[in-house]
C-alpha cells in the first residue's frame, strides 16, 4: 500500500490521507513503515500474545469503528487478504463508506488454502465499490464472480512498484559491508547498483 499512499498523499488539495494500520503483523509493518517514511495517524496496536482469530476479529473490529466515525471517509482503501482487510471492509460497508480493495480478485479455488485469507479475499471483494486487481487473471476471477467489469481496474502489481522505489536508492552502509563481507562486491557504482566479482548472492524469503 505504501506507493499508493505516497502517491495520494502528492495531492493535499483535492485528498485528505489518513493512514491507519493495525499492528497485526508488528515486527514487519515497523520496517516497512521506516523504509517508506510512513506515519500512521492511527495505530491500534491489536496484536496479543497467542491471540485467536476470533478475538483479532472482534478486537480490531471494536477499534476500527471509532475511526471510522471521527474521520467519516469518503472512502477506507484496504489491501490484500489479511483479517485486517476483511474486518477494514466490513467496518466501513457497516458505515456505509465506499471501499477500494487494492489487490483484488486473487483466488486459488480453495477456502482453507490459504488459511483464513482466501476467505478474507472473497469477503473483502463481495462488499467492496472498487476493485483494483493486480493482473488480468484477477479481473477475469472477479468477472466471473459476477463483479460488475466496471468496478474493476487493472492496476498492475503495487509491490512491483515498493520493489522499484527501494531499488532506486542508495544502498546503506551496512549493506555495502556485509556484501563485502561476502566477498561478492568490488565496488557500488550506483543507486542499489553493485558490481559483483564472480560470487553471485541469492535472496529467499520464506
Request: proline share 4%; hydrophobic share 40%.
Amino acid at each position: 500500500m505504501s506507493p499508493v499512499i505516497q502517491e495520494l498523499q502528492k495531492f493535499p488539495d483535492r485528498i485528505t490521507v489518513k493512514v491507519c494500520v493495525t499492528g497485526q503483523h508488528r515486527e514487519m509493518l515497523d520496517q516497512v513503515l521506516e523504509v517508506f517514511d510512513i506515519l500512521p495517524d492511527y495505530d491500534l496496536a491489536v496484536m496479543t500474545e497467542n491471540q485467536s482469530l476470533s478475538a483479532l476479529t472482534a478486537t480490531t473490529m471494536l477499534l476500527l469503528e471509532p475511526v471510522i466515525e471521527a474521520e467519516k471517509p469518503d472512502w477506507v482503501l484496504v489491501q490484500g487478504d489479511t483479517t485486517t482487510t476483511m474486518v477494514a471492509s466490513l467496518a466501513a460497508f457497516y458505515h456505509r463508506v465506499r471501499i477500494g480493495h487494492v489487490e483484488a480478485g486473487l483466488r486459488t479455488g480453495n477456502k482453507y488454502h490459504p488459511f483464513p485469507e482466501e476467505v478474507n479475499r472473497h469477503i473483502a471483494d463481495s462488499i467492496c465499490d472498487l476493485h483494483f486487481a493486480a493482473t488480468d487473471k484477477a479481473r477475469e476471477n472477479l468477472v466471473r464472480e459476477g463483479v460488475l467489469e466496471s468496478s474493476v481496474i487493472v492496476t498492475g502489481n503495487t509491490v512491483v512498484d515498493a520493489l522499484l522505489n527501494v531499488s532506486d536508492r542508495h544502498l546503506p552502509s551496512q549493506t555495502i559491508n556485509l556484501l563485502r563481507d561476502l566477498n561478492s562486491v568490488s565496488e557500488v557504482s550506483g543507486p542499489g547498483v553493485l558490481a559483483t566479482q564472480q560470487a553471485r548472492i541469492i535472496l529467499v524469503t520464506a
